[in-house]
């Protein structure tokens, strides 16, 4: 079993920053992959970005390329993203999520609880 717990959401305005962190119960970067993923209000949740450790990658969506930078403190067993040029429809509740690399879907994984961020005009 796996337990994630979000942090680091907030009210700032366009053009801010914001890093949050999943720190994750146990040893997940081996066998799991990992993830952001964000629902606005009304909306589908969507895939923001991942991290893989065998071997090392990362993705992203169009939407935060450039702008966003997911990464891992192995240590502490956590995950970050950091949020840079934040725009008004970057608002959402941001869940980590961990899902088996041997399964297709995130649907299928480990979710937290989720963090709201919210970015004003």
């Known amino acids: 079993q796996v337990q994630l717990l979000e942090s680091g959401g907030g009210l700032v305005q366009a053009g801010g920053s914001l890093k949050l962190s999943c720190a994750a119960s146990?040893?997940?970067?081996?066998?799991?992959?990992m993830g952001w993923f964000r629902r606005a209000p009304g909306k589908e949740r969507e895939f923001v970005a991942g991290?893989?450790?065998?071997?090392?990658?990362?993705d992203y969506s169009d939407s935060v390329k450039g702008r966003f930078t997911i990464s891992s403190d192995n240590a502490q067993n956590t995950v970050y993203l950091q949020m840079n040029s934040l725009k008004p429809e970057d608002t959402a509740v941001y869940y980590c999520?961990?899902?088996?690399?041997?399964?297709?879907?995130?649907?299928?994984?480990?979710w937290g609880q989720g963090t709201q961020v919210t970015v004003s005009s």
């Open positions: 999520v961990a899902k088996e690399v041997a399964v297709p879907s995130w649907e299928s994984g480990y």
């Open positions: 146990g040893r997940t970067f081996s066998s799991y992959a």
């Open positions: 991290i893989w450790w065998r071997p090392v990658s990362t």
